[in-house]
DNA sequence: AAAATTTTGGACACTGTTGTAAAATTCCTT
DNA sequence: AAGGAATTTTACAACAGTGTCCAAAATTTT
């Protein structure tokens, strides 16, 4: 129905590869909007543009497809979030300037996605009735990348561009500053926009460096 | 409708009310915990400790039921959200003790308890399905004593004791600070220790007097 | 073009839940 | 203790969703 791109030449089995990836999406939309027991596996599966068979087929039962997508959500997440940390400013001129880039680029390109909501929202909502979830988020997700922000923290210190006492608390006060207020946290499910992640991201870094920031470095 | 403390002498419908709590609270456990529709009626009452039909009798089917649960966890937390602002300290000799403290009350009495909780809970996940929920959080509920707070930081401003620009962003961020890293987010829906309520309350209240405390009287 | 494979749509038995209605029981009033 | 109200028990019909099977249609491969 729907092949991207698959126009020239294709692997063997890339349709179904391209209809596992369509129905693994809508699954995902439907776990996070409905939950994971309330939408029906036909509403999912017309949602993908294919049949009840199809889903049975490429992937399995409700149980394995909340599996298959808990899984492609934590590597996404994981990948996409290594991916932005290693932006994190090294020797920047401008410490304000190259620290809201950065939290620009975090909410937005790994808090604010779908896979980071879905991710988020599956943890929180699930998390009781599978517990290896929650294990599966600290050990390959995005959880295990906390010591290696902190770390950066940590540097950003040693060089003399903020001043802290604890890195990891410094990492996690820096986050919850510039999640402040997304409007994620109030109205529906609607992912914010570039312009409310850019106001958000701003006004939270300057209070974290109103607090660490060094005497001297403080511009603005 | 609810007598409080009518342990002496009771009025006819006493255990009727008596009843409807308890089912109240089961369901507000059960949607917490498995979403609104996921958890069987039958559960509910079970948890209450009645029957189904005493259900169906007291209060409804389950639309009643949720309705009745919203109403009641937004009563409540509004009630003692209420409370507590009005404990926000107004000419503190210990300005961080005594910001630590109303965090640690505010955090412990409204947004740690079992209401607070699943009001929460029941706006991100069933926000999408009753538009009507949200929009009564921002009338009725905790959302509309907003600016109420702002307010009492612009008097903490104008009395000297921190310096900010913007009092419904300095309490926003002061909000985001203390709720930074409580378990809630993390593990299950496990409400936090005291201990823990009290650590990351000190540990925000400190960033948040970094941030926007007067030179003065910043103490430690 | 024919064969092989995949996808589809429909049918099916099955389970679990719902909301209601009647009896049986318990509890309170008098 | 008897009468009456409330509550629980039990039963029931209706319904929605699940997972499976199979034949027909569509698509790919030979």
């Known amino acids: 129905m729907n092949q991207i791109d698959s126009s020239i030449v294709e692997p063997p089995s890339a349709r179904a590869s391209s209809k596992r990836q369509a129905i693994l999406d809508a699954a995902k939309r439907s776990f996070v909007r ?6 029906g596996i036909d509403a999912i599966a017309v949602e993908a543009g ?6 049975y087929n490429l992937i399995g039962d409700r149980d394995q497809l909340f599996r298959a997508v808990v899984e492609e959500v934590t590597t996404r997440s994981s990948a996409s979030l290594m991916t932005v940390i290693a932006t994190f400013p090294s020797r920047p001129d401008d410490i304000q300037a190259a620290l809201t880039d950065f939290a620009v680029r975090m909410l937005g390109r790994c808090l604010c996605d779908i896979d980071g909501q879905a991710l988020s929202t599956l943890i929180k909502r699930e998390a009781h009735k599978h517990p290896e979830l929650f294990k599966t988020w600290e050990e390959y997700g995005p959880g295990k990348d906390w010591p290696v922000i902190a770390a950066q923290f940590a540097r950003l210190a040693r060089d003399g561009y903020i001043e802290i006492d604890d890195p ?18 109030k109205g529906p499910c609607a992912l914010p926009t570039e312009e409310a992640i850019r106001k958000t991201a701003a006004a939270g870094v300057k209070t974290f460096l109103r607090a660490f920031g060094s005497r001297q470095s403080t511009s603005a």
Chains 1, 2 share one sequence.
């Open 34 to 39: 409905d939950g994971v027991i309330a939408g």
């Open 50 to 55: 294919v049949s009840r068979q199809t889903v």
């Open 168 to 185: 990891s608390l410094a990492a996690r006060h820096f986050f919850a500053l510039i999640c402040s207020d997304l409007p994620t946290d």
